[in-house]
T-cell receptor, first 114, second 114 residues
Framework: KAGVTQTPRYLIKTRGQQVTLSCSPISGHRSVSWYQQTPGQGLQFLFEYFSETQRNKGNFPGRFSGRQFSNSRSEMNVSTLELGDSALYLC?????????????FGPGTRLLVL | QKEVEQNSGPLSVPEGAIASLNCTYSDRVSQSFFWYRQYSGKSPELIMSIYSNGDKEDGRFTAQLNKASQYVSLLIRDSQPSDSATYLCAPQDAGGTSYGKLTFGQGTILTVHP
């Protein structure tokens, strides 16, 4: 099976702009989670979608939003970008194994806000 | 108190030695436990998952879980320079509020020197 794919891989934006990142999960996976990784805060959970519904959300401002489509592909959007939004944004898809949900990460989108 | 704490690094071991990585977590309801490896500039890669108390072996890797002590560890036998990376511990809670959410430790940087 193909792995999780994310586009674009790199992005440079300026403060105040908005950005949309895309994630295609592993075939058959219906859950998609998003994380932000920065040197200072590490890996932090943004939100999770399952069957087009947001089931869980982390402690991020409302500028961070997402959605999931009927084919399980997901997008996340950050509006009014701030310098502190510069980070690696990771998407992970998962499936239930009978014991737990194992998450597999995509390559990430590295966002630089100038 | 941090939710997930990993042994402070960096950890340096000679090639062929055993590397021991430790992780404690604060949430007693954690049910699933994952170890990820992250090379510099790359996304996290799943190494091991463990759900029950005791040991789980996979090749050179052994995960150990003790839920009563809220402790999980990863042993890497016959360490190789290619094992040099950051290792991330991630417990996952059971239940609806934890859908799709992994809580990561800050990571332990491992360096295996020839």
């Amino acid at each position: 099976k193909a792995g999780v794919t994310q586009t674009p891989r790199y992005l440079i934006k300026t403060r105040g702009q908005q950005v949309t990142l895309s994630c295609s999960p592993i075939s058959g996976h219906r859950s998609v989670s998003w994380y932000q990784q920065t040197p200072g805060q590490g890996l932090q959970f943004l939100f999770e979608y399952f069957s087009e519904t947001q089931r869980n959300k982390g402690n991020f401002p409302g500028r961070f939003s997402g959605r999931q489509f009927s084919n399980s592909r997901s997008e996340m959007n950050v509006s009014t970008l701030e310098l502190g939004d510069s980070a690696l944004y990771l998407c992970a898809s998962s499936s239930w194994t009978g014991k737990g949900e194992t998450q597999y990460f995509g390559p990430g989108t590295r966002l630089l806000v100038l | 108190q941090k939710e997930v704490e990993q042994n402070s690094g960096p950890l340096s071991v000679p090639e062929g030695a055993i590397a021991s990585l430790n992780c404690t977590y604060s949430d007693r309801v954690s049910q699933s436990f994952f170890w990820y490896r992250q090379y510099s500039g790359k996304s996290p890669e799943l190494i091991m998952s463990i759900y029950s108390n005791g040991d789980k072996e996979d090749g050179r890797f052994t995960a150990q879980l003790n839920k009563a002590s809220q402790y999980v560890s990863l042993l890497i036998r016959d360490s190789q320079p290619s094992d040099s990376a950051t290792y991330l511990c991630a417990p996952q809670d059971a239940g609806g509020t934890s859908y799709g959410k992994l809580t990561f430790g800050q990571g332990t940087i491992l360096t295996v020197h020839p």
